[in-house]
């Protein structure tokens, strides 16, 4: 294995630079856990962890937005963060 030497300014800045993209990396993956993708009936169901007939009902109802072609429907990821968001409770006792 080879060393390699550099000054220890150059050094701090290569260290500040890391730091910086790991945060900027760590931000993008953090900030939206369901990405912007569309999911079929299947991996709402999953996710939801409901039946396809309760799907079903917040389709009719308007709770979850949709888009169909054909017969295939399909989910918003963000619209289902949003729904989720919005039915958060907080812990009574911390």
């Known amino acids: 294995m080879e060393a390699i030497s550099i000054p220890y300014e150059n ?3 290569l260290i500040s630079k890391l730091d910086n993209l790991t945060k900027q990396f760590e931000s993008k993956l953090y900030s939206n856990p369901l990405p ?3 999911l079929d009936i299947q991996e709402t169901c999953l996710l939801l962890n409901v039946s396809k007939r309760t799907l079903q009902t917040y389709r009719d109802t308007g709770i979850l937005p949709f888009s169909q072609i054909g017969s295939k ?3 918003k ?3 289902i ?3 989720l968001e919005k039915h958060y409770k907080p812990a009574f006792k911390q």
């Open 77 to 79: 990821a963000v619209d």
């Open 36 to 38: 912007d993708s569309w």
């Open 81 to 83: 963060q949003k729904h």
């Open 73 to 75: 429907i399909y989910y």
């Open 11 to 13: 050094y701090l800045e």
